[in-house]
């Protein structure tokens, strides 16, 4: 028993060797298993890539409804205070700011391609405006009221129910990210599940083979061995595929998700596919693949006829 | 080397075995002759624990095969080679991967397998076969290929389920005389066969089966 060894790294090469001419043996029907669960990881992984992009493009100044009052242009900067201290004084008001006329021309100015516009004015054609976060959604009563009580304000030229929009699309983005967890949970199990019965297909195939390893002292650890590196060969082949998907699925959507940025005038750069986006489906492969293999290669005793 | 004490197998209410009681000495050669459906191979399959006795016990050298643990399962395989009556090679491989399977799944240093795998070819005269595969072979010649890959790692028992039945009276003799070669080296052997007329050429000890019954063990 000196000369023998029982485990290690030749053990491990052994089995790599023999998982490979294993996989080499069908190369047409272990490449589309390979390519299906690329495609499977991949999917889960371009839409996360995609709703951060669109994560990126949501305004953050607006996050809740809201109302926005434009004020007369004729008040003064102290009647304009005052409007925005009582209104903060209300229950249902959250927040006030007041975004000074000066201000948001300087904003619509560094909106795409609206900066010669905003230069070929020769005053300042935008009022102050006092724009509130309210604790209440667009279509409440409360939020009804109190349009309809500022409107009556001798100060207040015209009010704008904010619909939240941003707030709305980012809880539809939260929403988004979750059904993309969800999609990714059932696909990491359906690959589980992929590789499981395609193992033990494989181990059925080798029963003989398996019959007369297990008749001549190979132990389970030596015949299951080989079956679980197919897998996990197969799952990394599958993620590193997938990882290209992703990075080609952000590069086909990054010019129009660019353009929708700029159009939202948010100056933070979407980065596309980062190094982690890549490198989740490798791992997530890898090791499901292992896994899905490691449950399929028990490999019973069969007795010899 | 072999005890076997007693042993009864059922399945369900049909009895393969009854109350057989033998032993073998190391170093001794037998055969186990009687009818097809005597309880030869169902005798065998116990001595590699392939089956268990419903009742009695079952001794190889000093291990008591009902209270073998999992873990001990393979290595007492490891002592026990086994010849088929279809060698039951892997067509895919060649002649020395098959013989050298054994080796590789007792995990044997890949240094020490081309000897030890050349060592067990030449006994049975076909090391200039090395990489043919078994289509290539006649069946006289798979049989060998198997009869090395039984014998590859030494064990101490060799075990033979027919392995002359599908061969010509010459080869069989040839077989026959391999497995004496062996004895002759402290393997302990048992044959089963239904080949009354190759136990009558041998000097070696009879155990007969009939009806899962022991009713001769001797010469």
């Not at chain 1, 604790?135 to 704008?160: N, T």
């Not at chain 1, 297990?214 to 389970?220: E, F, M, N, P």
Request: charge should be neutral.
């Amino acid at each position: 028993m000196s000369k023998q060894l029982h485990g290690g790294p030749i053990a491990h090469a052994e089995a790599i060797k023999e998982a490979t001419r294993r996989l080499r043996h069908d190369p047409v029907r272990h490449s589309v298993g390979v390519l299906v669960m690329a495609l499977m990881l991949a999917l889960p992984g371009v839409a996360w890539v995609a709703l951060r992009g669109l994560d990126v493009m949501l305004p953050v100044e607006i996050t809740t409804p809201g109302l926005s009052v434009f004020v007369r242009q004729d008040i003064s900067e102290s009647d304009l205070t005052a409007l925005a201290d009582n209104l903060l004084m209300r229950d249902e008001v959250l927040t006030v700011e007041v975004v000074g006329r000066n201000q948001g021309l300087e904003a619509l100015s560094q909106l795409a391609g609206l900066g010669d516009l905003v230069g070929a004015f020769e005053s300042n054609p935008l009022p102050d405006v006092v724009r509130l976060a309210i604790d209440a959604l667009p279509q409440s009563e409360a939020m009804q009221a109190l349009s309809l009580a500022l409107e009556g304000d001798p100060r207040v030229d015209f009010v704008r129910i904010d619909q939240g929009l941003s707030n709305e699309m980012r809880n539809a983005l939260v929403l988004g990210q979750r059904l993309v967890l969800v999609l990714a949970f059932m696909v990491l199990a359906a690959i589980v599940l992929v590789v499981t019965g395609a193992t033990r297909i494989e181990v059925t195939r080798a029963r003989a083979e398996l019959a007369l390893v297990d008749l001549v002292g190979g132990t389970q650890r030596y015949a299951r061995r080989p079956f679980v590196y197919m897998g996990l060969i197969q799952g990394a082949a599958g993620g590193v595929l997938a990882a290209g998907f992703v990075w080609f699925g952000a590069i086909l959507v990054a010019a129009p998700l660019s353009r929708l940025i700029t159009l939202y005038g948010e100056s933070e750069a979407w980065v596309g596919a980062t190094p982690l986006d890549l490198l989740l489906p490798v791992l997530a492969g890898t090791l499901l693949g292992a896994l899905g293999a490691r449950i399929a290669a028990r490999v019973p005793s069969v007795a010899w006829t | 080397m072999i005890q076997f004490e007693n042993v009864t197998k059922r399945y369900g209410q049909r009895l393969a075995l009854d109350e057989v009681t033998f032993s073998l000495d190391p170093a001794e050669m037998a055969f186990l002759v009687g009818h097809s459906g005597a309880g030869k191979s169902t005798l065998l399959r116990h001595l590699v624990c392939l089956e268990a006795p419903s009742e009695g016990r079952v001794m190889v050298g000093n291990f008591d095969l009902r209270r073998l643990s999992a873990d001990q399962l393979p290595m007492f395989r490891r002592k026990v080679g086994v010849v088929f009556q279809d060698p039951q090679l892997l067509p895919d491989r060649s002649v020395f991967d098959n013989v050298a399977l054994p080796l590789r799944a007792a995990g044997f240093d890949r240094k020490v397998i081309p000897g030890r795998v050349k060592a067990a070819l030449d006994q049975v005269e076909l090391s200039h076969l090395n990489g043919a595969l078994p289509g290539e072979l006649s069946s006289g010649q798979r049989q060998r290929v198997g009869i090395a890959r039984a014998v590859v790692h030494k064990p101490a028992l060799l075990l033979a389920d027919e392995p002359t039945g599908n061969l010509d009276p010459e080869l069989s003799k040839k077989i026959m005389k391999l497995f004496t070669q062996f004895r002759n080296h402290g393997v302990t052997v048992l044959i089963a066969t239904h080949e009354q007329a190759l136990v009558e050429a041998q000097p070696f000890r009879v155990l007969r089966l009939d009806q899962g019954r022991l009713v001769e063990s001797g010469r």
